[in-house]
C-alpha cells in the first residue's frame, strides 16, 4: 500500500528554525517532492530529492534517507510568510506519468 | 516558467447539471491530473492522463469522467452533479522523467 504521514499542524517563532518530518511506506521509491501551499492557493514545488542526504535552497532545505523511508524539509529564518501547509509527496517510479502520492500536508504557523 | 491554467477560479452550480473543468497546460507536458482536495483529507487523484485520448483512473473516480482530446487540454467532468462533490478541484501537469508536477490555480466548486 501507499502510505504518507506528516504532522498535522506545526507552530513557530518568526526568525527561528523549524523542521517538518515525513515518513513514507510506498511500493516504489523515485523521488520525495516537497510543496508548499497557501491558503486558498495551488501547491507551489519547493523541493526534490531522489538521492539520500541534504538539498539546499536559500532559506529551505530538505533530507532524505531512503533505506528509513524519512525526509524533512527544514525552514531556517522563519517569516510570517511561510504560514503555509506544507505537502510531501512520493513518486513510485521515474517515468513521469505515475502520479504523485501525497501526504495530508502539515499547516505550519509563524506567530510574532 | 510551467504554466497550467483552470477556466475558473469559483463555480457555482446545481445539483443534477453537467459540469465542466477545464485545465489547459503550455509545457508540451504528456502527464496531466486531476485531484479534489478537502480539509483533512488531502490532494486525492480523481483522474490523469498520460497522451492524448488515453486515461487512467485514481483513487476517486466515480462520479467523474475525463476528456483528453489534445495534448494540452486535459477536462475533468461531473456527469451529474452532487452536493458532495463540492470541493477544491487542482489540475496538475508534468513532463517525462524526475521532473515535478505543477499546479494550476484551483477551481473552488460549490454544487448547491
Known amino acids: 500500500g501507499q502510505n504518507i504521514d506528516q504532522p498535522t499542524e506545526m507552530t513557530a517563532t518568526e526568525g527561528a528554525i523549524v523542521q517538518i518530518n515525513c515518513t513514507y511506506q510506498?511500493?516504489?521509491?523515485?523521488?520525495l517532492f516537497w510543496y508548499q501551499q497557501h491558503a486558498g492557493e495551488a501547491p507551489t514545488f519547493l523541493s526534490y530529492n531522489v538521492l539520500d542526504g541534504l538539498e539546499e535552497k536559500g532559506r529551505f532545505s530538505s533530507f532524505l534517507s531512503r533505506s528509513k523511508g524519512y525526509s524533512y524539509l527544514l525552514l531556517k529564518e522563519l517569516q510570517m510568510k511561510d504560514s503555509a501547509s506544507y505537502l510531501c509527496a512520493v513518486r513510485g517510479d521515474f517515468s513521469g506519468n505515475t502520479p504523485l502520492v501525497f501526504g495530508k500536508g502539515t499547516r505550519l504557523s509563524v506567530i510574532a | 516558467d510551467v504554466k497550467v491554467t483552470q477556466s475558473s477560479r469559483y463555480l457555482v452550480k446545481r445539483t443534477g447539471e453537467k459540469v465542466f473543468l477545464e485545465c489547459v497546460q503550455d509545457m508540451d507536458h504528456e502527464n496531466m491530473f486531476w485531484y479534489r482536495q478537502d480539509p483533512g483529507l488531502g490532494l486525492r487523484l480523481i483522474y490523469f492522463s498520460y497522451d492524448v485520448k488515453m486515461k487512467e483512473k485514481g483513487d476517486i473516480p466515480e462520479g467523474y469522467s475525463v476528456s483528453r482530446e489534445k495534448k494540452e487540454r486535459f477536462s475533468l467532468i461531473l456527469e451529474s452533479a452532487s452536493t458532495n462533490q463540492t470541493s477544491m478541484y487542482l489540475c496538475?501537469?508534468?513532463?517525462?522523467?524526475?521532473?515535478?508536477?505543477?499546479f494550476g490555480d484551483g477551481t473552488r466548486l460549490s454544487i448547491l
Open positions: 510506498t511500493s516504489g521509491f523515485n523521488g
Open positions: 496538475a501537469s508534468t513532463g517525462a522523467g524526475g521532473q515535478p508536477q505543477h
